[in-house]
């Protein structure tokens, strides 16, 4: 799945109605099946963009066209069903639903994009993630490295065609780091899924072809980052 992003700006308000800007991108583009890493300091507004690529958020203006399509044009059902059928998105607080196992969480990712429940797929990508010990467990019952692992598979369970992850190995030890890691990106690179992943490991990033730097590309960034 392509992706191209031309004049994109988004901003925040501050509590007293000042506009922040946080993104002011004029061209970010990435071919159907790349694989980048996406590096940037605190705040510099990585899991903005990863929000706005996914239609969480609205941009300001400009365009995120993905395969032709822009995200932020479409109805809100269209959009959430977009992003429930071609993206996978691994959050940062994970987002796991806490009423439900592991297992069933990640049967739910299939479900919400309209596939079916696929139990032998959703068993098989926990025990990639070396969760097989732990299918029957709620998230509070889980470590929070664990916790990310079972958001991984959730977010591979839909077959995605675009897969942002936001930190997906910040919580986990090194040897769980590589795993978690490999598993996105073979199964990624097994499926032609284009993957963009926010880290601030370098041992990650060192690992990936392409490796962009959001301050070298986000206008927005330079005068924020100049403040601090
Ligand atoms: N809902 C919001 N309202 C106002 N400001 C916000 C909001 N969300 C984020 N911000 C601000 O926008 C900027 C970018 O935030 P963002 O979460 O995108 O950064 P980030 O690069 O992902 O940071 P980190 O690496 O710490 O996760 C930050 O200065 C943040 O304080």
């Known amino acids: 799945m392509s992706l191209l992003i031309e004049n994109l700006k988004k901003s925040y308000r501050q509590p007293d109605g000042t506009p922040v800007p946080v993104l002011d991108i004029e ?7 790349e694989q980048a890493v996406l590096l940037g300091s605190s705040g510099c507004g990585k899991t ?3 929000n706005v690529i996914a239609g969480i958020r ?4 400009g365009q995120v066209l993905i395969d032709n399509v822009d995200v932020s044009r479409l109805s809100e059902p269209a959009r959430d ?3 429930a059928e071609r993206i996978g998105f691994v959050f940062q607080t994970f987002n796991l639903l806490p009423a439900f196992t592991a297992l069933e969480n990640v049967l739910l990712g299939m479900s919400f994009s309209g596939g ?3 139990r ?4 098989e990508l926990l025990s990639r993630v070396g969760l097989s010990h732990r299918l029957g467990n709620k998230p509070a019952q889980l470590s929070v490295g664990e916790r990310q692992r079972v958001a991984v598979a959730r977010a591979l369970a839909n077959s995605p065609s675009l897969m942002l992850a936001d930190e997906p190995t910040a919580n986990v030890d090194s040897a769980n780091q ?3 890691l490999e598993l996105i990106r073979s199964a990624c690179g097994e499926q032609n899924v284009t993957l963009l992943l926010v880290t601030h490991a ?3 990033a060192e690992q990936f072809d392409r490796v962009e730097k959001l301050v070298d590309f986000n206008k927005a960034a330079a005068p924020l980052g100049a403040a601090v």
Do not use: C, I, Y
Request: no cysteine; proline share 7%; charged share 30%.
């Open 27 to 33: 061209r970010f583009e990435m071919r159907g099946g």
């Open 48 to 50: 903005t963009l990863l």
């Open 58 to 61: 609205s941009p300001d203006s």
């Open 81 to 83: 069903r977009f992003r």
């Open 116 to 118: 079916k429940s696929d």
């Open 120 to 123: 032998s797929r959703a068993t």
């Open 178 to 180: 590589q795993n978690v």
């Open 202 to 204: 370098p041992a990650v």
